[in-house]
């Protein structure tokens, strides 16, 4: 296979697939305009334009997708990543026209379709329809060989440590913690998340609390709460990182901050009542579903916790190309 189609909506998803695709020049990068706000593309890419069909945005993203003329080429497969709306329109298509769909991050689980939502159902849906199944861990082939996956499964480890891994970060234990919220399940009681981190930035002075604020204006709406914390404007996937790796702990809604924090050695309290990364929890993920919850349970980390290599050590997609050369 020497014509792949990468196709992302997302930053998260373009972080993610931007060393496989640096990596070989059988894929071809291909953007639905999802996050026209956070994604900076500085490769050469096509674009699928995001249509207006009604009020509905999933929806629109779906239909603009399924409407797009680009999986009309002659495309060997096409690559997906992830649990987006734009990974399951993707994939939708391509099915729908016989291409076969790769499956990058298969089988990550958490069996609650409302947590996260709609992501969780995106990404079953997607692993139904795949031929081949890139794993990021042991548990997540496992969670696929049990559902009866249909295709080939290879546990590749996760592209987001390769995406890491190449900053050649040194994690030490300081004063800053790292916050990021942004899920669709929290914007409901996001005004009592962002409380609940006022009042720990307030008990915890000798601390500094960083809150990268996301653009979504449900969120924006409520930084007038911060007078302690540092709320700071979107921060570039480095700098991001380069904070990652000198806090002392991080509080965080996130799947993917959930890999790196790991792998770097740092605890996160996860503002959510269920995670797919199940491997972490307990030893690096401590689930804090609710505002109360986390202020009784955050703690500062006081020593460096080791490496964690669930999700591979920077080698994946070294591990990709290998599977897809011999297919």
Same mark, same amino acid.
């Given at each position: 296979?020497?014509?792949?189609?990468?196709?992302?909506?997302?930053?998260?998803?373009?972080?993610?697939?931007?060393?496989?695709?640096?990596?070989?020049?059988?894929?071809?990068?291909?953007?639905?305009?999802?996050?026209?706000?956070?994604?900076?593309?500085?490769?050469?890419?096509?674009?699928?334009?995001?249509?207006?069909?009604?009020?509905?945005?999933?929806?629109?993203?779906?239909?603009?997708?399924?409407?797009?003329?680009?999986?009309?080429?002659?495309?060997?497969?096409?690559?997906?990543?992830?649990?987006?709306?734009?990974?399951?329109?993707?994939?939708?298509?391509?099915?729908?026209?016989?291409?076969?769909?790769?499956?990058?991050?298969?089988?990550?689980?958490?069996?609650?379709?409302?947590?996260?939502?709609?992501?969780?159902?995106?990404?079953?849906? +997607?692993?139904? *329809?795949?031929?081949?199944? %890139?794993?990021?861990? $042991?548990?997540?082939?496992?969670?696929? #060989?049990? !559902? &009866? /996956?249909?295709?080939?499964?290879?546990?590749?480890?996760?592209?987001?440590?390769?995406?890491?891994?190449?900053?050649?970060? +040194?994690?030490? *234990?300081?004063?800053?913690? %790292?916050?990021?919220? $942004?899920?669709?399940?929290?914007?409901? #009681?996001? !005004? &009592? /998340?962002?409380?609940?981190?006022?009042?720990?930035?307030?008990?915890?002075?000798?601390?500094?609390?960083?809150?990268?604020?996301?653009?979504?204006?449900?969120?924006?709406?409520?930084?007038?709460?911060?007078?302690?914390?540092?709320?700071?404007?979107?921060?570039?996937?480095?700098?991001?990182?380069?904070?990652?790796?000198?806090?002392?702990?991080?509080?965080?809604?996130?799947?993917?901050?959930?890999?790196?924090?790991?792998?770097?050695?740092?605890?996160?309290?996860?503002?959510?009542?269920?995670?797919?990364?199940?491997?972490?929890?307990?030893?690096?993920?401590?689930?804090?579903?609710?505002?109360?919850?986390?202020?009784?349970?955050?703690?500062?980390?006081?020593?460096?916790?080791?490496?964690?290599?669930?999700?591979?050590?920077?080698?994946?997609?070294?591990?990709?190309?290998?599977?897809?050369?011999?297919?």
């Amino acid at each position: 296979m020497n014509n792949i189609a990468i196709i992302i909506g997302t930053r998260p998803e373009y972080i993610k697939c931007l060393p496989l695709l640096k990596s070989s020049n059988r894929y071809k990068l291909v953007y639905v305009q999802q996050h026209t706000d956070l994604v900076k593309l500085d490769l050469e890419h096509e674009i699928v334009p995001i249509q207006e069909y009604g009020e509905n945005r999933l929806n629109n993203i779906i239909s603009s997708i399924l409407h797009s003329r680009i999986l009309d080429k002659s495309w060997d497969a096409i690559m997906v990543q992830g649990d987006t709306v734009v990974a399951f329109a993707a994939a939708l298509s391509a099915f729908n026209k016989n291409i076969e769909v790769i499956h990058l991050e298969a089988g990550l689980r958490t069996y609650d379709t409302k947590n996260p939502f709609p992501e969780e159902g995106y990404r079953k849906m +997607i692993d139904c *329809i795949s031929s081949y199944g %890139l794993c990021p861990s $042991h548990q997540s082939v496992c969670n696929n #060989i049990k !559902e &009866g /996956f249909c295709g080939q499964l290879v546990n590749v480890g996760n592209t987001s440590i390769d995406a890491i891994a190449k900053y050649n970060l +040194i994690p030490k *234990i300081t004063n800053k913690v %790292l916050v990021t919220l $942004h899920r669709r399940e929290n914007w409901d #009681i996001i !005004e &009592g /998340f962002f409380e609940a981190i006022e009042f720990l930035a307030n008990k915890y002075t000798e601390l500094e609390f960083i809150l990268p604020i996301h653009p979504n204006p449900l969120i924006t709406k409520h930084a007038s709460i911060f007078k302690k914390v540092k709320v700071i404007q979107p921060l570039d996937h480095k700098s991001l990182c380069i904070i990652m790796a000198d806090c002392n702990t991080i509080i965080s809604d996130s799947g993917g901050i959930q890999e790196e924090a790991a792998y770097l050695g740092k605890k996160i309290f996860c503002c959510r009542k269920t995670t797919e990364r199940s491997e972490l929890l307990d030893t690096y993920v401590i689930l804090t579903p609710t505002p109360e919850i986390l202020i009784n349970t955050f703690l500062p980390q006081t020593s460096q916790l080791p490496k964690s290599l669930v999700y591979g050590d920077g080698d994946s997609c070294i591990k990709i190309n290998e599977f897809i050369e011999n297919m």
